[in-house]
Each structure stands twice: as structure tokens, then as C-alpha cells.
């Protein structure tokens, strides 16, 4: 009864976006039920925003391109709003993407300076850098997957990569060809059984099951509005699939490769979004 009593009180998941144009918001729902909005005012006011993630524990993480920053901060107020530059070691040049794994560590791509880097704290503690192996070419996600490892979204070679480490231990590229071939890459996100990435210029999403492309298949939008420029993705502990659209300025969930229950909203029960290009459901 104890057990069944704590999962009836266990909070529901929340829905953050991260908007280029507005900042972050998070709302309980589809439909913009609790909206919220916040800009970084509790420090340095968010500019650009590209990515954002936030952690099991709650902790909220946001990429900035110009000025090049990553953010730490506890709730949708800023609450103990932290911003690191990257100057424990190369300083970065535009932060792209943001991730932190379960023991804390933080993940950013710099696509300024075509790196990945990953330090322990937001003053950069054990700062350390990849160039990729060939060089990244406008890297722009990054995302450390259940088995450890890092995946990153490398833009204009059109490709991701895998590697065991940050040092590039392992690293190995895929670029769709098992199916529809990359146009480029930006979204990405990885669960125990499949690789989700995002195709900007395709207009669509690949799911696939191993980094030799396995189990192709891709999805438009077309059960609903077609994506036209899709950029974020999440997949939640249901298997539902999310992804923002800068184009269409619309965030998507959908039940599986197929559209499935398809639902669509813009942020109007607030500030509309302007280019949502991330979003989280925690």
C-alpha cells in the first residue's frame, strides 16, 4: 500500500522548451497548462538560445550561442543561476548544445570552435576537450547514451558519432545510409534499444537501432503538420516522441514512427514560441 500510495503522489513530468527567440519555458502538458517563461534575467539574460537539458535531480541546464554560455540554475525563477564561458580552458565560441550525465558531469559542443568538451563543475573543473577524429565540422547536440557512451551530432558532415570517451576512445560515424541518407544532423537522442536523430534540412526524424543503421525508419509529421524544420528531440518513459520545429514554431508529440496520435501546440497559452529548438520532459 506504502508503494502504491508513493507512485499516486509521484510528480508528473514537466515540458521544457528551449525557444531562440523567447528562452525557456515549461509547462505540464500539451496545452500550455502552468506556462511559464523565463529569460536568464537572474544573471545574464539568455541571447540565442540552443539547447537546454535538465537532469534527474532537477538541475536546469541552457546553451547560449552568443554570448557563448552555458547555464546552471534550480527552478523556472533562476535560482542559484550559474554561467560558465569555458575559460578553464579554451574559451568557448558558441555554445550549441548541453548535457549533463547521471554523476554530474557536463557535456557542451562548441560549435564556434568545432570541440566537445566536458567538465565536472560550472567552474570547470577537469576541463576537458575533442576535436574529433577527422575534425568536427559545426558540431551541435551531444548526448551521453544509457551504455555510457557519447553520441554527437555532427552538423554539416551530416553525420553523428559515437565514441567510448572524451577522448575519442572507440569513435565510429554513421550518416544514414542504411536508409535515407543525412542531409545534415542536429537532434539527437538515445534510449536502450534505439538512436533517435533529427535531419533539419530532410525535414524528418530517423529511429534506428545501432550506429550501423539497423531498423530505418523515418517519420515527416505528415499524420498532422509536416515538419519543416525540425530540430529538438525527446523520447519519454511511455515511448512517446517529441520534437520542435523552428519553422512551423510547433512542438510535436507523436507515439511512435508512424505519427500516431500526433498532437501539435505553439505556446499560445503564454508568449507563442519563436524557433523552439530544444526540449526536455522531465
Known amino acids: 500500500m506504502g508503494s502504491l500510495a508513493l507512485l499516486l503522489f509521484?510528480?508528473?513530468?514537466?515540458?521544457?522548451?528551449?525557444d531562440r527567440g523567447n528562452g525557456l519555458y515549461q509547462m505540464d502538458d500539451m496545452e500550455g497548462k502552468n506556462q511559464v517563461l523565463y529569460d536568464g534575467s537572474a544573471g545574464t539574460s539568455f541571447s540565442d538560445l540552443r539547447d537546454a537539458y535538465v537532469d534527474g535531480a532537477g538541475s536546469i541546464f541552457v546553451a547560449t550561442r552568443i554570448p557563448a554560455l552555458i547555464y546552471k540554475f534550480q527552478d523556472m525563477s533562476g535560482t542559484g543561476q550559474q554561467e560558465?564561458?569555458?575559460?578553464?580552458?579554451?574559451?568557448?565560441?558558441?555554445a550549441y548544445g548541453?548535457?549533463?550525465?547521471?554523476?554530474?558531469?557536463?557535456?557542451?559542443v562548441d560549435q564556434g570552435n568545432d570541440l566537445a568538451v566536458s567538465f565536472d563543475d560550472m567552474v570547470g573543473t577537469n576541463q576537458q576537450e575533442y576535436a574529433g577524429t577527422p575534425a568536427f565540422n559545426n558540431p551541435n547536440r551531444i548526448f551521453v547514451g544509457p551504455d555510457g557512451r557519447i553520441y554527437i551530432s555532427d552538423g554539416l558532415f551530416g553525420q553523428i558519432r559515437r565514441m567510448d570517451d572524451l577522448s575519442g576512445t572507440g569513435e565510429i560515424t554513421y550518416n544514414g545510409s542504411a536508409g535515407t541518407t543525412f542531409t545534415g544532423t542536429f537532434g539527437i537522442f538515445v534510449t536502450t534499444s534505439h538512436i533517435y536523430v533529427v535531419d533539419p534540412s530532410g525535414a524528418l526524424i530517423h529511429r534506428f537501432d545501432d550506429?550501423?543503421?539497423?531498423?530505418?525508419?523515418?517519420?515527416?509529421g505528415s499524420a498532422g503538420t509536416p515538419f519543416a524544420f525540425p530540430r529538438g528531440i525527446w523520447v519519454d518513459?511511455?515511448?512517446r516522441i517529441y520534437v520542435t520545429d523552428?519553422?512551423?514554431?510547433?512542438?510535436?508529440?507523436?507515439?511512435?514512427m508512424s505519427g500516431t496520435n500526433?498532437?501539435?501546440?505553439?505556446?499560445?497559452?503564454?508568449?507563442?514560441?519563436?524557433?523552439?529548438?530544444?526540449?526536455?520532459?522531465r
Request: charged share 15%; aromatic share 14%; no cysteine.
Open 10 to 18: 509521484l510528480p508528473e513530468p514537466k515540458i521544457y522548451v528551449g
Open 237 to 239: 518513459s511511455a515511448d
Open 98 to 108: 548541453v548535457f549533463a550525465d547521471p554523476a554530474g558531469r557536463i557535456y557542451m
Open 211 to 220: 550506429m550501423a543503421g539497423a531498423n530505418t525508419i523515418t517519420y515527416d
Open 84 to 94: 560558465y564561458a569555458g575559460t578553464a580552458g579554451t574559451a568557448f565560441g558558441q
Open 262 to 281: 500526433q498532437i501539435e501546440y505553439d505556446g499560445s497559452a503564454g508568449t507563442p514560441f519563436s524557433n523552439p529548438t530544444a526540449i526536455v520532459v
Open 246 to 256: 523552428e519553422t512551423n514554431d510547433l512542438i510535436y508529440r507523436f507515439d511512435d
